[in-house]
Structures are given as structure tokens and as C-alpha cells.
């Protein structure tokens, strides 16, 4: 095993890398509890910003208190959005499942972002966190979020198209995102049709080791070390990474290829140990007789959209902007 070799990042991001895997090691407990008073006292959360900045307003929007179930949506108000309805992005955190929330200051900058620069209204869904919640907690937040914005007590503001919306999320979000587009293939939602999927870096995992498992297990954040824990304190008492939640292509996951799965691009990273899965993913997407794009940049680590100064970083947001723009017009 070697260290993928990070020298060409800029000192800055190493630095912040380095600080969110010490932070990541410092914040699990033996008991297989979190730390969570420490982990977020290094990762501030921002509050949402009535009055617009870049050009986007945001506000939190309660779904369920007694399980504190909220959303921050974001809306941009430049005068070229005015002119027409725009797209709805349903936008889930990275994290393991088991950190950072929607109003953790990389997602609520990341959210804006995708807001102005598609433009849409970003739903950007605050669910449950393990280990105090395990699975399937967070795929049940995730649909009935879906399910709050699809009934007739709630309705999204004015200029969002419900009818043309996109599931999307980064890390164990992608995961969570492609859980629920099985979930509205089986649940017909009424209102809400969901025309595309957006996976970037999905964490995904199996019982055998994969060889890039193998070859890039000193990368930064999602080494076999800390992607074995962060499973374990996710899934039920009882199963293993084979779990259908987690090996969505292995022997227990489900048969997609009867369903209307809605078309996919996912980005991966060439220093993630999590791409071998990624890649079987879109393999996996395509076997089942779906429409699957692959992106792939040589020289991301694992949550690279976390720094808006990697290069990487602003091609894909422009890829996801061409993606959602691209099945827009198709549906008309
Ligand atoms: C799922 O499990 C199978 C069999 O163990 C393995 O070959 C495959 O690579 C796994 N897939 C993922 C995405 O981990
Ligand atoms: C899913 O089932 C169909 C037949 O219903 C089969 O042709 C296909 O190979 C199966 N897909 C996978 C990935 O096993």
C-alpha cells in the first residue's frame, strides 16, 4: 500500500485535507459513537441568507421537527430567471451518513452555487444521521422530503418546475440519491417527476476488497480503514457491506433494468479508493439498459468540490449545468 502522491494539490487543500482526516479520526469514539460536539465545533454551520448573496436567497424549511427533518432551499433571483420556470435540484449531503448537514458551510456554498449557476431552486435535504440512526433512516427523510414537496400542503416557490426535477449528491448523498430514484421508480409521486440523476463520487462499498481499494488505500478520507467503520456504524445490527444499501451491484442488490431510471452522469475522482465501485456503477447502470455518463478526473481525491481553487472543481459544476440544461430541453 502507498500514499497516492498529493503533491500536485495546492498547499492550501492539502493542509484543509489533512486537518478534516485528523478531525475524522479524532471525532470516533471506540463505542462506535461520534464525537459530535467536537466535529462540529471545527466545521461551523452558516445560517440561511434571506437577503440574496451571489445572487441566490436561501431559508430552512421545516419537514418533520420531532425527527428534525428540514431542507434549506435555494433560490436565485437574478433577472434571467424571472423569465422562465426552473429546474427543482434535490441536493443530498456528503458525510457517511454519519456527518455534516445541509447547513454545513461547504453545502450551503456548494448549493448556492448549483442554484445560480444552472440556475434552479436547490432543495438541499438535512436528514438523519447514524450511528444514532441507521439504516434505512436516511433513505426514509430523503423520500419524504420528495413526498413533502409533491403534496398539496407545501408548495415550492412560484418559479420552480416540479415537474422537471433532478436528484443529486455527492458521497453518501450519491449513494442516498440513487436509492431514492429506485424509491419514485416503485412509489409514483404525483407532481414531482424526477428526470435525472446526478452522482458525484458515490459511496458505494462490498465485502471483497476492489484493487483500487488496494492500490490508493493511504488516499485522504475514504481509506479502507475509515470507510470499513463508517459502514459498519451505518448498517443494521447483523448484515455486512454486501447489504443492498451499500453493494447496490453485488448479489443482494436489486434488478433495476424493468424500471424507468432516470438518466445518469457520475463523476469520479482518479485518487478515490471508492472508484473501482463507481466505475462498476456506471458499468452496472448501462448493463441494466439505463443512460449512463461517466466523468472521470484523473486527479481528484475524494471530495474535491469541496475547493472552489481545484480546477476540477468548476468543470463539474459546468458538466452538471450542461446535464440538467441538456434533459430540460429534451422533456419539452
Ligand atoms: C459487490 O459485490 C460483488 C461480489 O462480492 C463484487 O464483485 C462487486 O465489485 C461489489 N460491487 C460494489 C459496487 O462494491
Ligand atoms: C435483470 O433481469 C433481466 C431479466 O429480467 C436480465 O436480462 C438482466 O441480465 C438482469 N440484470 C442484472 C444486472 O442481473
Redo the contacts with the bound molecule.
Keep these: 500500500m502507498v500514499s497516492p502522491s498529493l503533491s500536485h494539490l495546492p498547499w492550501k487543500v492539502r493542509i484543509s485535507v489533512f486537518f478534516l482526516s485528523v478531525l475524522l479520526n479524532i471525532s470516533r469514539r471506540r463505542n462506535r459513537t461520534l464525537n459530535r460536539r467536537l466535529f462540529d465545533f471545527f466545521n461551523p454551520k452558516v445560517p440561511p441568507t434571506p437577503n440574496p448573496i451571489d445572487g441566490v436567497k436561501s431559508s430552512d424549511v421545516t419537514v418533520d421537527p420531532s425527527r428534525n427533518l428540514w431542507f434549506r432551499l435555494f433560490t436565485p433571483t437574478i433577472s434571467a430567471a424571472s423569465t422562465s420556470f426552473l429546474p427543482v435540484v434535490f441536493y443530498f449531503h456528503g458525510g457517511a451518513f454519519s456527518f455534516l448537514s445541509a447547513s454545513s458551510s461547504p453545502y450551503d456554498a456548494v448549493c448556492r452555487q448549483l442554484s445560480r449557476s444552472i440556475p434552479s431552486v436547490v432543495v438541499s435535504v438535512n436528514y438523519r444521521l447514524c450511528p444514532e440512526h441507521r439504516c434505512p433512516s436516511q433513505y426514509d427523510d430523503g423520500f419524504d422530503v420528495l413526498k413533502f414537496v409533491d403534496s398539496d400542503g407545501y408548495v415550492l416557490p412560484e418559479i420552480a418546475d416540479v415537474s422537471r426535477c433532478f436528484l443529486a449528491g455527492d458521497s453518501a448523498g450519491a449513494n442516498l440519491a440513487h436509492h431514492l430514484a429506485v424509491r419514485v421508480c416503485q412509489e409514483e409521486l404525483r407532481r414531482v417527476k424526477v428526470i435525472g440523476l446526478v452522482s458525484i463520487q458515490p459511496f458505494f462499498g462490498g465485502v471483497d476488497r476492489t484493487e483500487s481499494e488496494i492500490r490508493l488505500d493511504g488516499a485522504p478520507i475514504t481509506s479502507v480503514y475509515n470507510t470499513d467503520w463508517m459502514w459498519d456504524i451505518f448498517l443494521p445490527d447483523g448484515s455486512d457491506r454486501d447489504h443492498e444499501a451499500v453493494n447496490v451491484t453485488g448479489p443482494n442488490g436489486l434488478?433495476i433494468?424493468?424500471m424507468d431510471f432516470p438518466d445518469t452522469i457520475i463523476f469520479v475522482g482518479g485518487l478515490d479508493p471508492v472508484l473501482d465501485r463507481q466505475r462498476k456503477y456506471y458499468e452496472?447502470l448501462k448493463?441494466?439498459g439505463k443512460k449512463a455518463e461517466l466523468i472521470e478526473y484523473p486527479n481528484a481525491i475524494h471530495a474535491f468540490y469541496f475547493f472552489p481553487e481545484l480546477p476540477q472543481s468548476s468543470l463539474q459544476i459546468s458538466r452538471v449545468r450542461d446535464f440538467v440544461n441538456q434533459h430540460q430541453s429534451k422533456m419539452k
Design positions: 434488478n433494468s424493468g452496472w448493463m441494466s
